[in-house]
Every structure is written in structure tokens, then in C-alpha cells.
């Protein structure tokens, strides 16, 4: 597999050019990579313009997706927000305003992205799942949806997998939707390893017409680095404007360190990754199964995340996290319910089996019995464009009953909000909140909130275009 920017950059390191561009290192060692880190001189090509190297990168990319696949430095949050663009862009190329039907679970830059481009949102709920994290809806609750609806969204958004390692029925979910003319769109930030599975259950396997992957969260690549990948039975607007709408949201200086990360994560990928994802996982699942018959209950269905129920062990999640941190270990993620682990073939049996050790050597006591809160379903009151723009102010949970949330209240990881930027807070919403450690909310100022009823009674007499 050919590595055309990182090859390029290598070069020009040889050539001791005198830099007199940016960045302003000129080349000089700090941390130590400075020497690989150029900006878009002459032959480095331009990631939102890109013909030459970077092109030649993402095409090989896409050879390896199967897709139309476009670099992003920033993230999949940056991918989304293009992936969202390019759905208003085809709703609006169709004469109809876009109209998204999203799991509940969407990280918040789906709800940023909202803000900026202006598009509905309807949420999707999952009867089955306990978890603000998780929100699995079942194709044939959705194809009812359908049955009922007077005009169809514009596009179908879900997360999968999740944060704990729940995966969608992509395949029947797009079997519904494409029956309908909907789009499917999906976050896959955690899943850019699932294309390699012996029976890949990637997105763009599964009928996705776009999705995003994370690089950096279970392929050896850099933070920051991403793919927005675009299916071939995807409209032909998607990959027309695909760096259109990537530019509007990116940086001008995309960093080159992590365009070389994607590179380079190429010839990794072609060259046996496949065979070592598939022995590692295998290494997983013993694992798994020897916790399972410790007496840990175990989440998700994800290969690589390995998440446990802590409480019928008789911890809460971050009292079992801070006595792994003693040990050396550090999870990705924990709260009252949950602990939850990503491990990728980096990780290495030792590394794995550390983890089996340390975790068989906790010593079981009476299961916890203390149970989440139901979750809610707040009532909207302002879309989450007013209410995100909307002048706030910081007031303690518990005086925030009866206000509308101003923006998301959830800190990364993982970032999904319990109520939604627009949405009343109840009763219920301040106790969610309280068992998730989260003291306080930004809300609508009451001024503020005066003033958008009274704009509201203005557009409802003259007309939304006042």
C-alpha cells in the first residue's frame, strides 16, 4: 500500500529546506515531530481541495472501505456535521425542508450541528434499553413509523455502536428505510474496525449511505484523525459536495501529523490486519467468557468493548474504576451502572490479560441494588437552534425544574445529553441529572425566554418569513 503523503513529507524533511512558512517551529524540535509537521506548501496538496497526494490517500482509503471515504483532522465531529450538511443540501435539492429522525442517544455535535444548520429533529426511543447511552429502535417499529407518517423524513440518524458497546440492526434498519426513500446516516465513531471483521458489519456494509468512523478511537491512528464515507448507492450529490461541506466546517490548517496518521493507518490496514483483529478478538471473547464466569454480567454486543454491569458485582462503575487506576489501569469510561473498556489489538494479550487478573482479584459483594432513574422525555419547547443561541445562565439542578435547557449538560466522555438544548426540565430530567453527578444546568434566561414567545406570536400571525 502506497503512503503518498507521508512520503512527501519525508522528502521534504531531507531536503533541509529553510522553512520560511508556517508553522512557526520552522522544523525545530520541541516535542520531537515538528520536522513532519507542514502546511500546504507547493506538492503537499490542500485537504479540501485535494488532487494530488492527499486524493491519492483517501482513494486508497476508499479501496479499503469500499466507499467514497474523505479525510477529516478534526474528528468525527466533523464528519458530522458535513454528513448533516450534505442531508439538508439533498432535502433542499428535493424541494422539502430536512427532517431528521434521530436515536436518542446522539452524541452532541449532532445536536451543535442542528443549531447550525437548522434542520428538525424527531427523536427515536428504545423501549428495551436502560441507558441514556443506548437507544437500539427495531426495523419494524420504524417501518410502522413510516406507515403513519403524512411526509417522510429526509433521513433516518443513528448511533451504533454506542458508548457500551450496543450495535443497531443496521441491515434491516436500511432494508426499511431505503423501502421508504430515507436516508440511513450513522455515527460509527467507534466502529471504523467492524469493515474487518471475517463478515464486516461496517455501515457501508449494511446499507448506510454515509457514515463516520473515528480513526483514532479503535485504529492506530493519531486523535483527530476520521473518515466520512459515502456508499456508491448513496445520491451523487454526496460525493459532489462532499469537501464543500467538510470546508465549511474545518479548520483552514488541517494538521498534516494526523493526515500522515491516516496514511500511514492505510498500510497498516492492507498489510495482514485482518488476520491479527481476528486473533485478538478471539483472545477477547475468553476474556470475556472468564469474567462472565467470575460472576461479572456483562453490555453490548461490540467485539472490541468490553463493558460490565458493575453493580451485581457490588461496586458502582467509578468506585471500580478508581480501584483499577491503582492498579495501573485506566477505563474509558464510568458511571453508576457501568465500567467500560475499549481494547484494540494494541493492547496486547499481556495487556488483556492483566486486565483479567486485576479484575478476578476484586473481591465480589452483595449486588448493589440501587437502580437508575427512569429516563425522560422532555418536553420541547424551543428548537435547539434558539435555544443553543439563546443568552444563558448556570443555575444549580435542583432550581432548574420547569426551565428550558439551554446546552448540553453532559461533559465528554461520552457526551450525550439526558435532555435536549430546547427542552423543558422536569422533575424527572434534575433527578437524571443528580444521579449522573451533574449539578448544574445552563438554561434559558427568563428574558431571553420572554422574547422568543413573543417573536413566536409574531411569526404565527404574519408568517414564519416576517
Known amino acids: 500500500m502506497e503512503t503518498p503523503i507521508c512520503d512527501f513529507v519525508k522528502n521534504y524533511i531531507e531536503k533541509d529546506m529553510l522553512r520560511l512558512h508556517m508553522p512557526g517551529h520552522k522544523g525545530q524540535m520541541l516535542l520531537g515531530m515538528e520536522a513532519y509537521d507542514i502546511t500546504e506548501i507547493e506538492g503537499a496538496d490542500s485537504l479540501y481541495e485535494a488532487d494530488g497526494i492527499i486524493r491519492k490517500s483517501e482513494e486508497n482509503a476508499g479501496c479499503l472501505f469500499g466507499a467514497a471515504t474523505f479525510y477529516s483532522t478534526e474528528g468525527s465531529s ?6 448533516l450538511c450534505l442531508a439538508v443540501q439533498y432535502a433542499a435539492q428535493n424541494g422539502k425542508s430536512c427532517r431528521i429522525l434521530a436515536g436518542r442517544n446522539a452524541h452532541k455535535v449532532f445536536l451543535s450541528a442542528a443549531a447550525l444548520l437548522g434542520f428538525e429533529i424527531e427523536w427515536l426511543y428504545s ?3 436502560d441507558s441514556y447511552l443506548s437507544c437500539r429502535p427495531e426495523a419494524e417499529s420504524l417501518k410502522n413509523l413510516f406507515a403513519k407518517e403524512k411526509e417522510l423524513p429526509t433521513a433516518v440518524y443513528l448511533t ?3 458508548y457500551l458497546g450496543t450495535m443497531a440492526d443496521l441491515q434491516e434498519l436500511a432494508i426499511v428505510c431505503h423501502s421508504y426513500g430515507v436516508l440511513l446516516l450513522v455515527d460509527n465513531a467507534h466502529g471504523a474496525y467492524l469493515k474487518f471483521l471475517p463478515n464486516s458489519l461496517h455501515p457501508m456494509d449494511l446499507g448506510a449511505d454515509m457514515c463516520c468512523d473515528s480513526a483514532h478511537k479503535t485504529l492506530p491512528a493519531l486523535t483527530g484523525a476520521a473518515y466520512l464515507h459515502i456508499s456508491e448507492h448513496a445520491p451523487h450529490l454526496f460525493v459532489r459536495q462532499a469537501k464543500t461541506a467538510l470546508a465549511l466546517f474545518g479548520s483552514t490548517s488541517p494538521s498534516y501529523l494526523v493526515l500522515q496518521s491516516l496514511d500511514m493507518v492505510n498500510r497498516y490496514l492492507a498489510d495482514g490486519y485482518q488476520e491479527r483483529l481476528c486473533s485478538f478478538i478471539s483472545k477477547v471473547q475468553e476474556v470475556k467468557a472468564a469474567l462472565m464466569a467470575y460472576g461479572y454480567e456483562l453490555a453490548g454486543d461490540e467485539p472490541l468493548k468490553l463493558t460490565l454491569r458493575t ?3 457490588g461496586y ?3 468506585q471500580l474504576a478508581a480501584y483499577l487506576r491503582e492498579k495501573n489501569i485506566e477505563c474509558e469510561f464510568a458511571d453508576p451502572d457501568f465500567i467500560v473498556f475499549m481494547v484494540t489489538p494494541e493492547t496486547g494479550t499481556e495487556g488483556l490479560l492483566y486486565l483479567k487478573e486485576v479484575l478476578c482479584r476484586v473481591p465480589r459483594r452483595e449486588a448493589l441494588r440501587i437502580n437508575p432513574p427512569r429516563l425522560p422525555r422532555p418536553e420541547p419547547v424551543l428548537s435547539v437552534r434558539k435555544a443553543m443561541l439563546s443568552e444563558a445562565e448556570e443555575l444549580p439542578v435542583e432550581k432548574c ?4 435547557l439551554s446546552s448540553a449538560s453532559v461533559a465528554c466522555p461520552p457526551a450525550v445529553p439526558i435532555a435536549v438544548c430546547g427542552e423543558r426540565i422536569s422533575k ?8 449522573y453527578g451533574i449539578a448544574s444546568c445552563m438554561v434559558v434566561k427568563e428574558n431571553s425566554m420572554r422574547y422568543l414567545q413573543e417573536t413566536k406570536k409574531t411569526e404565527e400571525y404574519y408568517g414564519e418569513n416576517v
Do not use: N, W
Not at 401 to 404: D, E, K, L
Not at 428 to 435: E, G, K, L
Open 78 to 83: 466533523h464528519c458530522i456535521r458535513a454528513m
Open 127 to 129: 423501549e428495551k434499553e
Open 160 to 162: 451504533s455502536p454506542d
Open 311 to 313: 453493580k451485581s458485582y
Open 316 to 318: 458502582e462503575g467509578k
Open 401 to 404: 425544574v420547569g426551565r428550558i
Open 428 to 435: 424527572q430530567a434534575a433527578c437524571c441529572f443528580s444521579y
